[in-house]
């Protein structure tokens, strides 16, 4: 599994990945065109954030990820033309996955650690999982 410390190398890496998977299914004249756009966000338990993507044309396998843009929205980012900032903002926050041992996720933090503690508390903040105790 290739994880990257920021959205945009995960991308670079993605795309590059794509192309070279596309030389063996193209012919010269056509150009590869992905028709899908798979993320995933990695909380470590350091807490550092690494990001997984991969972008694909309806064939081959999939990494373990969410299908976040399809069709004319992930030929866009493909071909670059896209927000950075806009896409992480639009990250559900609810598919994020932590690490709870050395390459094992979960979709909820270890709360056994400082950051596990805090991604609860925060979550209890927002609201988006009430009612969950911590101590």
């Known amino acids: ?17 794509f192309l070279e998977a596309a030389q063996d299914r193209i012919h010269d004249d056509e150009e590869p065109i992905p028709d899908q756009f798979n993320l995933q966000k990695y909380i470590m338990q ?3 954030v690494m990001w997984q993507a ?3 044309n309806g064939e081959g396998d999939s990494i373990e990820a969410l ?4 069709g004319a929205a992930a030929q866009a980012i493909f071909d670059e033309d896209y927000d950075l900032i806009e896409l992480e903002e639009e990250w559900q926050e609810e598919a994020t996955l932590y690490e709870w041992d050395e390459g094992e996720y979960q979709h909820e ?3 056994d650690t400082e950051e596990g503690k805090a991604a609860v508390e925060e979550w209890d903040d927002e609201d988006e999982y009430p009612g969950r105790d911590i101590d």
Do not use: H, K, N, V
């Open 67 to 70: 299908t976040f843009r399809s």
């Open 54 to 56: 991969e972008f694909l």
């Open 109 to 111: 933090p270890p709360l």
């Open 1 to 17: 599994m290739s994880l990257y410390a920021t959205l945009e190398e995960a991308i670079d890496a993605a795309r590059e990945e």
């Open 46 to 48: 350091d807490g550092d």
